[in-house]
T-cell receptor
Framework: QKEVEQNSGPLSVPEGAIASLNCTYSDRGSQSFFWYRQYSGKSPELIMFIYSNGDKEDGRFTAQLNKASQYVSLLIRDSQPSDSATYLCAVNQDNYGQNFVFGPGTRLSVLP | EPEVTQTPSHQVTQMGQEVILRCVPISNHLYFYWYRQILGQKVEFLVSFYNNEISEKSEIFDDQFSVERPDGSNFTLKIRSTKLEDSAMYFC???????????????FGPGTRLTVT
C-alpha cells in the first residue's frame, strides 16, 4: 500500500523565517510530487509540483526532491502569518493524472 | 481565472437516503476526480474519470457510489444509500489532458460538506 508520511506539527516559525516542511513516500515508482495548502474548512490549493531530482523555485517557495531517499520537501522563505495553514504533500505514481496519494498534512503556524 | 465549482456547499441527509453531489470542472479539462476528507483526516482518492468512463477507483468507491457526466459540463457523484460514515467533505478535482513527460496539476473545487444523520 502506498504511504505518504508527514509530520503533523504544529510547526511554529516566527514571521520572516524559513519554514521547512518534509514528506516521505513509500512507493519507489512515484513520479511526480505536489504541494497543496489547505486552510481550515477549505479545499486544497495547489502551490507547486516537482518531478525531477533537485530544487524548483517559485517565488517564496522552493520544492526539493530526492528520489533515492524518497523524500520531498517544501521551503517557505520570508514566512508570513497568512502562510499559516496545513500543507499537504501529494504523490502521483505516473505522469498521467489518475489518483494522488495525500499525506496527512503538516500544520504550519507563522507567529507575528 | 477558471475554477472548479461544486454544489451544494452543504448537504444534510438521513441515513439510507440517496445523495447526488455536483461538480462543474474547468472547461478545457478532460480528467475528473472525486476525493473525500473525513473531518481531521487526510484527503482520500475515490475515483477518476476520463473519456466518459471510470479510469481508476479506490477501495472506498464500492457499489454504493457511482459517477456520471450527464452533459458537457457537469460531473456528479451519487451515493445510493448513505451511511453515517459517509459524512465527510467531498472534493471534485479536474486536470488537463495528458502532455508528454509533464505531470499535470489537479485543481480542486471548494467541496461539499455531507452530513449524514
Amino acid at each position: 500500500q502506498k504511504e505518504v508520511e508527514q509530520n503533523s506539527g504544529p510547526l511554529s516559525v516566527p514571521e520572516g523565517a524559513i519554514a521547512s516542511l518534509n514528506c516521505t513516500y513509500s512507493d519507489r515508482g512515484s513520479q511526480s510530487f505536489f504541494w497543496y495548502r489547505q486552510y481550515s474548512g477549505k479545499s486544497p490549493e495547489l502551490i507547486m509540483f516537482i518531478y525531477s531530482n533537485g530544487d524548483k523555485e517559485d517565488g517564496r517557495f522552493t520544492a526539493q526532491l530526492n528520489k533515492a531517499s524518497q523524500y520531498v520537501s517544501l521551503l517557505i522563505r520570508d514566512s508570513q502569518p497568512s502562510d499559516s495553514a496545513t500543507y499537504l504533500c501529494a504523490v502521483n505514481q505516473d505522469n498521467y493524472g489518475q489518483n494522488f496519494v495525500f499525506g496527512p498534512g503538516t500544520r504550519l503556524s507563522v507567529l507575528p | 481565472e477558471p475554477e472548479v465549482t461544486q454544489t451544494p456547499s452543504h448537504q444534510v441527509t438521513q441515513m439510507g437516503q440517496e445523495v447526488i453531489l455536483r461538480c462543474v470542472p474547468i472547461s478545457n479539462h478532460l480528467y475528473f476526480y472525486w476525493y473525500r476528507q473525513i473531518l481531521g483526516q487526510k484527503v482520500e482518492f475515490l475515483v477518476s474519470f476520463y473519456n466518459n468512463e471510470i479510469s481508476e477507483k479506490s477501495e472506498i468507491f464500492d457499489d454504493q457510489f457511482s459517477v456520471e457526466r450527464p452533459d458537457g459540463s457537469n460531473f456528479t457523484l451519487k451515493i445510493r444509500s448513505t451511511k453515517l460514515e459517509d459524512s465527510a467533505m467531498y472534493f471534485c478535482a479536474s486536470s488537463e489532458a495528458v502532455v508528454q513527460d509533464r505531470p499535470y496539476e489537479q485543481y480542486f473545487g471548494p467541496g461539499t460538506r455531507l452530513t449524514v444523520t
